[in-house]
């Protein structure tokens, strides 16, 4: 079925959201944290002279690079359109059958589903996987109903109606299938198992059943007590050692045998902490009157430790010295033996506290009064700041980053409270949809690569303004080394020659081509970019890839020598629409790293360069963002375009035999040069503008030669058709009304390397 169309049932009303699991690596509706560092923004060096290995290493969830001040652009975007749909869906099942938006993800790469509110639910969707680096993405070849809530090993475990995936989540393809047991609701996924849940009506059971490609290894019917009054809340995940669920009841086994160490009434709260143990909550319904609590701390070797309370919270960046302490109720509590170490107060009976940091300073938490975020000393519980409007947040160890009640991101120092930074909801691409008035409001988590928005609307991702993040509850020692002979602060100077450019690799965003280069300077002296109109050209040996205009003035780039900084500085040049005449796909940089010649012209500069200290190997990339197109001297701008339309279509022509031929696909555009349409003379710079705007619309569009095809009447047309394909020229038409087309702009083809035009062409009215 192509993409934007789903079936299923309507969609039934969405029930109040329940209290957010802890469990790591899962988005719902998220700010997505993902920690490579990549500077967006102004460029300011910070000269310590010392590598990654005489600093501390960072802590498990935390950004590795930092933001003093707001990203000022996006790194790259993706939408629900990209893949045919109107919004990202959760693939939890839970949350799925409400359409909340939400994803699973690692260091690497973020895997969610698409949905289509025109269809509503749908039992299988098309699931999709974003690198969280590049924005680059796939579609699995299957759509799906569900999968587990972890990615393990570079691997989740997703399930249509009757089968289990395993999915490479760096390429999209399945490497392992099984057979899903019947009445799964729920899958768990531990990186060497599978494990799936099924409650027996009547029986007052659950079966958890652990799969291999070979079959079942064991399967294990549970007797659970009578439940807790839970509603639709749900919980189902695995560690190397267990296996919980919780629904009205909660239920933990072993992962090797699959033996009973739990069953009680509880909730669907569960929490993973770093040692591979748990925590539950359980309850009593002994006499007709259900209660809460006590937590239960549930150890790798099934061995349990009762903490007391009603409710838990597990620290999302912990320090070594707090990792046996979780927040029990309002009390900081160590998991061992179950000891309050100090206790929270609140305005609010019912507040829940939510950990967040806890390091050996001081811990910040939700909850504190009136719902607001705050720090507290670690050593006794004493307050030491609050600010209300701010919800879920993240840190790179001086600041916290955290969604705005207006939809958008706002950062807080860690140790003071003070407001720094705030971004609208806006340049995070975060808007209203499925009849809402105002965006919702955006949580964090912690994946790998940049920071990002996760809504149900966009994914957008920003790099870091700032340098190496630090350990939360240390400081930031300064680069003052006076007395060990290391010289002191260095400094650029500008050189005479432009740097040396080398592309590394190239991806294409909603906001043009994105060139990840390595930059170096010439002189020994290392060099500086600080003028406002910076040319700098990229070709692929004689044809032109890339040009345009960068402005410096505002944001000066510290470039250094090979001797000061090694591999030399990274940088992240993006080439908006008119400035880009190429697409990743015609670009290995694989090939050869004398392929690619990328020419700098400094351009004009006034009065003195900027002061800028030499920065360190190793140092966050800088992004920089063309504001126009400029070609060098002597560009032939129509031969430029005919090249590129020609390696296009020789590089879409093997994608199209061996996945389109012979199907009905949806047809995007036709022009010539010297065609009088749509108001315009076309050329061949304008025809290829339009299907780079497409290709960036749409992901994946491919380009045809009308004279290559015997499907087509006419020769000297350049053709662009959708990737996606149809079982019938209906299907096709269906989809080009969906995305909003008329019928003059899109309509059903037969693409064939064999057939004639008769019956290759549906139009519709």
């Given at each position: 079925?192509?993409?934007g169309y789903q079936?299923?049932?309507p969609?039934?009303?969405?029930p ?7 469990a790591?690596?899962?988005?719902s509706?998220?700010?997505l944290?993902?920690?490579?560092a990549?500077v967006?923004g102004?460029?300011?060096w910070?000269q310590h ?5 005489d ?19 996006p ?34 790469t ?18 999709v ?8 993405h ?10 587990a809530?972890?990615?393990?090993d ?8 009757s ?5 490479d ?11 899903l ?20 009506e ?14 079942t290894?064991?399967?294990r019917?549970?007797a659970?007590p009578?439940?807790?009054p ?5 919980g ?6 267990l ?5 009205g009841?909660v ?12 069953a ?5 709260d569960i929490?993973?902490?770093p ?23 549930v150890?790798?070797?099934?061995t349990?430790q009762s ?13 070594t010295?707090?990792?046996?302490r ?16 100090w ?5 609010n009976e019912y507040?829940s506290?939510?950990?967040y940091?806890?390091?050996d ?7 504190l ?5 705050g720090a507290?000393?670690t050593?006794n ?6 600010a ?25 120092d860690l ?11 806006a340049t995070?691409g ?5 009849g ?27 790099a ?8 939360p509850?240390?400081?930031r020692?300064?680069s ?13 100077t ?9 592309p ?6 909603s ?8 930059v ?5 002296g ?5 003028g406002p109109q910076?040319?700098?050209t990229i070709?692929d ?8 205009n ?28 008119g ?5 990743p ?6 090939a ?19 002061r ?10 800088t992004?920089?963002t063309a504001t126009?197109?400029s ?6 701008l129509?031969a430029?375009?005919?090249d590129?339309?020609?390696?296009q279509a020789?590089?879409?022509r ?10 009905w696909v949806?047809?995007?555009s ?11 003379i076309?050329d ?9 705007a497409?290709r960036?619309?749409f ?12 499907v ?6 350049w053709?662009?058709v ?32 064999t ?5 290759s062409t549906?139009?519709?009215?």
């Amino acid at each position: 079925m192509p993409p934007g169309y789903q079936g299923g049932p309507p969609m039934p009303p969405a029930p109040p959201r329940r209290k957010r699991s802890r469990a790591p690596w899962i988005v719902s509706g998220v700010v997505l944290v993902l920690v490579a560092a990549l500077v967006a923004g102004g460029v300011v060096w910070w000269q310590h002279r010392s590598s990654d290995d005489d600093q501390p290493a960072l802590l498990a969830g935390q950004l590795t690079g930092s933001y003093p001040t707001a990203p000022s652009a996006p790194q790259w975007t993706v939408k629900p359109s990209d893949f045919g749909g109107d919004r990202f869906v959760s693939p939890l099942p839970w949350d799925k059958q409400y359409q909340r938006p939400g994803a699973i993800h690692d260091d690497t790469t973020l895997v969610t589903l698409v949905g289509d509110s025109s269809t509503g639910y749908a039992d299988l969707n098309p699931l999709v996987g974003v690198n969280t680096h590049t924005g680059r993405h796939w579609t699995f070849g299957k759509r799906v109903a569900q999968c587990a809530d972890t990615v393990a090993d570079n691997a989740v475990a997703c399930a249509d109606t009757s089968t289990v995936y395993v999915i490479d989540v760096r390429t999209g393809e399945s490497t392992t299938t099984m057979p899903l047991p019947s009445g799964g609701f729920g899958l768990a996924f531990n990186g060497s198992a599978v494990f799936t849940r099924s409650f027996l009506e009547g029986h007052n059971s659950v079966v958890i059943s652990k799969l291999s490609p070979t079959g079942t290894q064991w399967q294990r019917e549970v007797a659970v007590p009578e439940p807790l009054p839970s509603g639709d809340s749900s919980g189902f995940t695995a560690t190397k050692h267990l296996v919980a669920t919780g629904s009205g009841t909660v239920v933990v086994v072993s992962a090797d045998d699959g033996r009973t160490i739990l069953a009680k009434p509880g909730r669907a709260d569960i929490g993973k902490l770093p040692d591979g143990s748990m925590t539950v909550i359980t309850g009593n319904t002994d006499g007709g009157n259900p209660t809460d609590g006590p937590v239960v701390h549930v150890r790798p070797d099934g061995t349990t430790q009762s903490l007391g309370g009603k409710t838990f919270s597990v620290p999302g960046v912990v320090t070594t010295g707090q990792r046996d302490r979780i927040m029990v109720g309002r009390s900081y509590t160590s998991v061992n033996d179950g000891t309050a170490v100090w206790s929270v107060q609140s305005d609010n009976e019912y507040a829940s506290p939510e950990v967040y940091v806890a390091d050996d300073r001081e811990v910040v938490v939700s909850g504190l009064g009136n719902g607001s975020l705050g720090a507290v000393d670690t050593a006794n519980g004493r307050v030491i700041w609050t600010a209300s409007d701010v919800g879920e947040v993240v840190t790179d160890g001086e600041h916290l980053i955290g969604a705005s009640t207006d939809g958008g991101l706002t950062a807080i120092d860690l140790e003071t409270g003070s407001r720094l930074w705030s971004v609208d909801a806006a340049t995070l691409g975060n808007r209203a949809i499925g009849g809402q008035s105002t965006p919702s409001a955006p949580q964090v988590l912690v994946g790998g690569g940049t920071l990002a928005t996760f809504t149900a609307a966009t994914i957008t991702a920003f790099a870091p303004t700032g340098p190496r993040a630090i350990v939360p509850g240390t400081t930031r020692k300064q680069s003052t080394d006076n007395g060990n002979g290391s010289g002191g602060t260095e400094y650029v100077t500008p050189c005479g020659s432009p740097p040396k450019f080398t592309p590394q690799s190239f991806r294409t965003s909603s906001g043009g081509l994105g060139v990840t280069m390595k930059v170096s300077a010439t002189c020994p002296g290392g060099d500086i970019l600080w003028g406002p109109q910076t040319r700098i050209t990229i070709k692929d040996g004689n044809d032109l890839v890339a040009s345009g205009n960068f402005d410096f003035s505002q944001t000066p780039v510290a470039v250094p020598s090979l001797d000061d900084a090694g591999t030399g500085l990274t940088m992240e040049l993006t080439y908006p629409p008119g400035s880009f005449y190429r697409l990743p796909d015609t670009l290995s940089t694989q090939a050869s790293t004398d392929r690619f010649l990328v020419d700098c012209d400094k351009g004009p500069t006034t009065g003195q360069p900027p002061r800028l200290t030499v920065p360190d190997e190793g140092s966050a990339a800088t992004t920089a963002t063309a504001t126009g197109p400029s070609l060098p001297p002597g560009t032939d701008l129509t031969a430029a375009s005919v090249d590129a339309l020609r390696v296009q279509a020789n590089s879409d022509r093997a994608f199209i035999l061996t996945n389109l031929n012979n199907r009905w696909v949806a047809q995007l555009s036709s022009k010539r040069p010297g065609l009088n349409a749509e108001g315009r003379i076309w050329d061949n710079q304008a025809i290829l503008d339009e299907f780079l705007a497409l290709r960036l619309r749409f992901s994946d569009v491919r380009l045809l030669y009308s004279d290559e095809w015997p499907v087509f009447n006419y020769r000297g047309w350049w053709v662009t058709v959708a990737a996606a394909t149809f079982p019938g020229p209906d299907a096709a038409n269906n989809w080009c009304r969906a995305q909003g087309f008329t019928k003059d702009h899109c309509f059903a083809k037969l693409i064939s390397s064999t057939r004639g035009p008769e019956g290759s062409t549906r139009y519709w009215s």
